[in-house]
């Protein structure tokens, strides 16, 4: 994937608001999800003597959580104390089996198991994080977060028709998902992330097709609307981009108005160039 394109889709996925796992760093996820899940009744590691520096305590902290879970292996808080601790230690591939563990302990705990694929990805472990991210859609087809994860791995795995066909796999279960439980698979989120990838892929005419009819359908949502005019900046129709933005800044929340703002006068800057270079090139003329 070249460098443009890369950035053109992370521009999309930035602006339209969706959550995205590109050039994610996994220590502060790790960190992240272990603070938010940390409570008071965390098991004190087997006492150890005071280290002389950070790493050999970290050491310490590592052996006690260990002898802790020798005696109670399904011990959620001293898996995550482990866990964190060999993320402070820079140990990413040690956090892969009590992470696994504690996904199995907590099968309601989606993060886990989006965690999980994130740092079997970042260790190059694609083959498992793709399976970690299909396990997780399987039980939870509506999980945005998962299906996000899983085709961003299969774009960068150069597998469009792969990303799309899990995208639409998705879209298909929606009708009968919500019979049985309404609004359990978020259909304009994931229309959405079909339209980026057909952007992405400079399936241009397939993306706008997507953007529009969702602008139709959901005429107060500012997401597809971002997208049309992501599009009409890419292929040259500056004007019409700019409008279409505009429309867009009218329709979106207030915490998503700058992003919009910054994105049209990036408009207005490449529509100013070319007319500063046409004086530029007259003055040395003269």
Known sequence: MSKKRS????????????IAFLGFSIAPLLGGVLQANQGNSSPT??????ASNPQEDLQAQERGYKLVLEREPDNRTALRGLIDVRRQLNDIEGTIEPLERLAELNPEE???W?????????????EGAVETYRELITREPGNVQA???LVTLLLEEDRPEAAIAAIEDTLQLATQADQSEPGSIDVVSTQLLLGQVYAE???Y???LNVFDNLSQEHSSDFRPLVGKGLILEETGQLDEAQAVLNSALELAPAQQKDRIQILIE???ASQASPAEEETSEETTEE
């Not at 889709?9 to 339209?16: E, G, H, K, P």
């Not at 989006?114 to 694609?126: E, F, M, N, S």
Request: charged letters at 15%.
């Open 45 to 50: 590691p087997t006492n150890t003597p005071a």
């Open 7 to 18: 950035g053109w889709f992370s521009r999309i996925v930035l602006a339209i608001g969706l």
């Open 110 to 112: 989606s993060r886990y």
């Open 205 to 207: 005419e397939q993306a």
């Open 147 to 149: 299906l996000q994860g």
């Open 266 to 268: 990036q408009i207005q």
């Open 201 to 203: 892929q400079q399936r």
């Open 114 to 126: 989006v965690l999980l694929a994130q740092t079997k990805q970042y260790l190059g472990d694609r």
